[in-house]
């Protein structure tokens, strides 16, 4: 293991998935064949088929049911990859990302991982079903630059705490660092769409509401955790042969941990309280302090947000976006990102 | 023989587990290490992590300074069984804790998700701006989430405030404060062997034991951690057991033997204190390896086989030999977890040397003697309380509104403006020896027990060392502690409780901890030949040579009221330590120039009147607007100025204009600079003694230093201990010596101009 250089795997979310991913798929390796497998019991439209298609169909490809596991397959054969010639000191996930690294850690095994990404996409979908169950909504908290925004940080804290009134709610649920993801019922999601100053990055305004997601890591889908204790209670949990760091920032060790608490947090606290994907990170960093960041696919949703947290910490002695930059194209970039 | 002590150590336990053979039987993670123990497997498995981790970042540390880049080599090697108490205590149970603190620090840390215990720790050794509590100032065991207050004293001066918050915990709930502690909150203290000695540590034990003996719930638990050694003195064999395990109203318990039974010998304890608000000494014997830190040769003191004897006894030795013979790991786990922790402690250590230092004055600053005057103005304005209220604190009579006579004593204005306080703060507590019951000394705090009741207002033991530890202890918590030391000559007896202890908290914790508090003192001379110099010691330096620490001494009553309210909006406002020096001579002094002239009386000057640091006051004689002369003075000296202001107009012709400092830390300077601008000479009239005891140096030489041109002079005591009796007056500033000074001053300049 010595000698090689020393990582951190962050898989990523459930918006990783886009055009650019089609294809992302080997037929040939074992594990492909066997999540068709698995699949198929769900009476879901075979993976290889999703992904082999010419042209990205969002409504198809962005469903939780199909997106989630396309996802994890793809994380998983990435990190796998990655294993090969990195020491892993540690895996960590952004929310859905968050069932891969578990997968990669080895705190299940393959078909247990395979089940937790599809039972819980379809859970997710029950609950978008009826419509009108509210979604997530991104803002950003840096400039150009990535210097702090203080007005950005204060908005987002305004419209937290004036709430969309009667009927409506809105919480914090994901923590990215450079942006923050802002989830509501659809009252809630209204109120945030409408109250944010709009900010534009690149040619989109922001804020955005994100496609089919739902109001995840709120008290919104507390049914989501429910259904995942009453249906996923039989899974094999078991100790990660490598750290995993959460999305609170606890670490769980490959010697102490107890894998049923690891499985009480990921099926309740993690589903219904905000993912710290932020705090994951900078633990990762300063308690591990890796040579490189590797990012599987599919695609490097979080190949910026990386960047921009390597910044805010000032890891390496990296303090702005042009110091990252030339560190990426350095022959020793902090993040490695494994897709386009 | 080597002298890489740490690499033979790292190998003893590297060598154990190459060789070790795996246990008859794997446990299961959730059984006890030993049948009956409340520690399971994977909770030894979880601390011998957490002191791995901590060694590691000993490691580091050495590493680190072969190559200058740590600054920091006191190590916690050979004391990581501490780590039980991590786990064991909750991380809002207050923790003060030794320099040895690694394995306790990353097993507390461990409680709060999100936590980089070893990269903090890390931050510290090579003085980072980004540590997050002390931010470079010190290396320290301390965090603001896991309620840890930063401990930079090696000499024990910690344990009289951990004893004082544990004093303060159910008094404060009781007051409404609770400072977001549980009711059953315990306070955790731990120390070494050595430390045990100190004064200070024998104070926070006493008063704690008294504490029960009088029916006060004490809910702490101090910690001994004996390596046997204080740098390189041994302790005698068996003292602290011999000291600690048969004092009334503290429980010992010795806490030896392999790690389970630690664990369940401190589980016991935390238990006891937990349950029975009762102090409990948890004896916890450990090794010292390394030495004292790293530029400890101890081979200098120690033989070889002494040091390999004391290695023999490494804890994480013993504790990976303990979960291999149990089964609770397999050497292969332990190998690889070991590994683990290395790798990333290292590699978090040259991360940590990367980030940034503190790098100017003002950055250091910064967090000492933080002072926001408006803020502190608005502080001391309000509350207001409604006018009934006000009335019934006061037994239905307003100071302000008495007639016949309208005018009160220093002390009276004093009284007054307590009461005042009190009845409008409700965080606010007065203690100290006598102050209540009987009302103090001097009768300033006469009745303010039965108004305020003995909840806020109350008698202490005769210790200064734990009148300001229950002031620490209890600021930490959010009360506005006024204890009072009862002669100014007292202080001396616990002044590391205010300079190495109160003064530094907000420095070392960059502003996160504060124990704002202002302490009155009765203190400094002239009390009519009464008391020898125990009670009328006349020396201010020790006080103004702390940094950040606020001084006022009032002179006349409407300001010592005034005063009074500026110094508490300092503290709760921006968590200033404040000493309050009352000059004792003029507690009840009526008169200035005559017998019966009622020239030292003043009004009471209600709320929201008050007074802050810069604001001198100036007394001219009437129609006299061009000085010749500035006299500068405070306390009884004021008195003094004022009387030989009226005889040099009277009897010489010469203008004085006197200008009272009230505060003597920090100096009014620019209104100093500005007013001696006005003027062809300045004298300063200091009561303390001449050598550095008082302010006459810093204002003469603040003054020269400003360009001042006018002739700077000045009156001081003589070096010397007050004596008993009408011989006090050859050693004190007298009026006629004032006279004399300033004739003298302004006649040089008259003949030097000429």
Redesign the interface.
């Known amino acids: 293991m010595t000698g090689m250089p020393?990582a951190v795997i962050v898989c990523p979310g459930r918006g990783s998935y886009t055009a650019a991913s089609l294809g992302s798929l080997p037929a040939d390796h074992p594990i492909v064949p066997r999540a068709e497998q698995l699949r198929s019991e769900y009476g879901l439209e075979p993976l290889l088929e999703l992904d082999g298609v010419p042209r990205f169909d969002p409504a198809r490809h962005l469903r939780p049911a199909n997106a989630s596991p396309l996802i994890f397959l793809t994380s998983l054969l990435d990190a796998e990859q990655a294993a090969a010639d990195h020491s892993i000191?540690a895996v960590i996930g952004n929310s859905l990302g968050w069932y891969s690294a578990l997968a990669v850690a080895g705190a299940l095994p393959f078909d247990d991982a395979f089940r937790l990404v599809q039972e819980m996409a379809i859970f997710q979908e029950e609950a978008l079903g009826d419509g009108g169950q509210g979604g997530q909504v991104i803002y950003p908290l840096l400039d150009a630059e990535w210097a702090p925004v203080p007005d950005l940080r204060a908005a987002v804290s305004d419209v937290l705490t004036d709430g969309p009134g009667t009927g409506g709610r809105v919480f914090e649920s994901i923590d990215l660092g450079g942006y923050v993801v802002l989830a509501g019922d659809e009252r809630g999601v209204a109120h945030l769409l409408d109250r944010l100053p709009p900010v534009r990055i690149g040619e989109r305004l922001v804020a955005l509401r994100l496609a089919l997601h739902g109001p995840y890591h709120t008290p919104l889908v507390e049914h989501v955790a429910e259904l995942a204790a009453d249906r996923l209670g039989n899974l094999r949990w078991q100790r990660p042969t490598v750290?995993l760091i959460?999305g609170?920032?606890?670490c769980w060790?490959?010697?102490?941990t107890?894998p049923g608490a690891l499985r009480d947090y990921t099926l309740g606290e993690q589903v219904t309280t905000p993912f710290?994907f932020a705090?994951s990170l900078?633990?990762a960093?300063?308690?591990?302090?890796?040579?490189v960041l590797v990012l599987p696919g599919p695609g490097n949703s979080l190949g910026g947000i990386c960047g921009q947290l390597v910044v805010i910490e000032?890891?390496?002695?990296i303090r702005t976006r042009a110091e990252f930059e030339e560190t990426q194209r350095s022959t020793a970039p902090v993040v490695l990102s494994m897709r386009r | 023989m080597t002298f890489d002590r740490v690499a033979i150590v790292e190998q003893a336990l590297d060598g154990y587990l190459a060789q070790a053979i795996p246990g008859v039987a794997s446990l299961s993670p959730d059984a006890p290490l030993r049948a009956g123990s409340s520690s399971t497997a994977r909770r030894a498995v979880e601390l011998f992590e957490d002191q791995v981790t901590s060694r590691a970042v000993d490691v580091a540390a050495r590493e680190l300074k072969k190559t200058n880049r740590s600054f920091y080599t006191i190590s916690s090697a050979g004391h990581e069984n501490n780590a039980v108490l991590g786990a064991l205590l909750r991380i809002t149970d207050p923790a003060f804790l030794h320099y040895r603190s690694g394995g306790l620090f990353m097993a507390r840390a461990r409680q709060l998700p999100g936590s980089t215990p070893a990269f903090d720790a890390l931050l510290g050794v090579v003085a980072s701006r980004d540590e997050p509590i002390a931010q470079g100032r010190h290396k320290v065991w301390g965090s603001r989430p896991l309620w840890m207050p930063p401990q930079t004293s090696t000499i024990a001066s910690h344990l009289p405030k951990a004893m004082g918050l544990a004093f303060s915990l159910a008094r404060a709930r009781r007051l409404g404060i609770a400072g977001g502690l549980p009711s059953d909150a315990v306070v955790l203290c731990s120390f070494g062997d050595a430390s045990a000695n100190h004064a200070t540590a024998l104070s926070a034990i006493n008063t704690a034991r008294y504490a029960v003996r009088i029916g006060l719930p004490m809910p702490i638990l101090f910690v001994c951690e004996d390596n046997r050694t204080g740098i390189s003195v041994p302790t005698p064999e068996g003292w602290i057991a011999d000291t600690f395990a048969n004092q009334p109203h503290l429980r010992y318990m010795l806490a030896e033997g392999e790690i389970d039974q630690i664990w369940d010998t401190a589980a016991q304890a935390v238990h006891y204190v937990r349950s029975a608000r009762q102090p409990a000494f948890l004896h916890l014997p450990t090794v010292r390896l390394w030495g004292h830190a790293g530029s400890d040769a101890e081979h200098a003191y120690r033989s070889a086989a002494e040091i390999a004897q004391n290695e023999a006894g490494d804890p994480l030795l013993r504790n990976a030999r303990r979960l291999i013979e149990t089964g609770g790991a397999t050497p292969d786990e332990l190998i690889a977890l070991v590994e683990d922790a290395r790798q990333r402690v290292m590699a978090a250590a040259e991360e940590a040397t990367r980030r940034p230092r503190l790098e100017t004055t003002q950055e250091v600053v910064a967090p000492m003697a933080p002072y926001h005057p408006a803020r502190v103005a608005e502080r001391a304005s309000h509350p207001v309380l409604p006018a009934g209220e006000r009335t019934m604190a006061f037994s239905g009579a307003l100071p302000e509104d008495a007639t016949a006579p309208t005018a009160r004593t220093l002390a009276g204005n004093l009284n007054a403006a307590l009461t005042d306080e009190l009845a409008r703060r409700p965080e606010l507590i007065l203690f100290g020896q006598d102050v209540a019951r009987k009302g103090g000394v001097y009768n300033v705090t006469n009745g303010l027990q039965k108004r305020f009741g003995a909840g806020r207002v109350f008698d202490t033991l005769l210790d200064e060392t734990s009148i300001l530890g229950i002031a620490q202890g209890a600021a930490h918590i959010g009360l506005l502690p006024l204890p009072e030391i009862q002669y100014l000559a007292y202080i001396h007896n616990a002044l590391d409780q205010l300079r190495g202890e109160a003064a530094t908290l907000q420095f070392f914790s960059s502003g996160q901890f504060r124990n704002p508090m202002v302490v009155r003192v009765p203190g400094l001379a002239y009390q009519k030949g009464f008391g020898g110099h125990f009670h009328n010691d006349n020396s201010v330096g020790a006080l103004r040579d702390i940094p950040g620490l606020v001084l006022a001494v009032p002179a006349r009553g409407d300001d010592a009221a005034r005063m009074l309210r500026g110094a508490i909006a300092m503290a709760a406002e921006d968590g200033r330590v404040v000493v309050f020096l009352e000059p004792i001579a003029l507690y009840h002094e009526k008169d200035l120039h005559a017998e019966g002239d009622g020239g030292w009386l003043t009004d009471y000057p209600p709320p929201p009147a008050h007074l802050l640091p810069g604001e001198p006051g100036i007394y001219e004689i009437d129609g006299s607007p061009s000085p010749d002369l500035l006299i500068v003075s405070y306390a009884n000296g004021l008195r003094l100025s004022l009387q030989a202001q009226r005889r040099l107009a009277a009897d010489h012709g010469v203008l004085a204009r006197v200008l009272d400092l009230r505060w003597l830390n920090p100096l009014p300077t620019e209104s100093l600079r500005q007013q001696t601008g006005q003027v062809s000479a300045v004298l300063v009239v200091d009561e303390c003694r001449r050598t550095g005891a008082g302010v006459a140096d810093s204002i003469i030489a603040d003054l020269a230093e400003s360009g001042a041109t006018q002739r700077l002079t000045s009156v001081r005591a003589v070096d010397s201990f007050v004596p008993l009796g009408p011989a006090t007056s050859t050693v004190l500033v007298g009026t006629e010596q004032v006279v004399a000074a300033a004739l003298a001053a302004v006649g040089e300049r008259a003949s030097a101009a000429s």
């Open positions: 020393r000191t750290t959460d609170r920032g606890a060790s490959p010697w102490s107890d710290r705090v900078r633990v960093l300063r308690e591990h302090a890796p040579d000032g890891y390496r002695g």
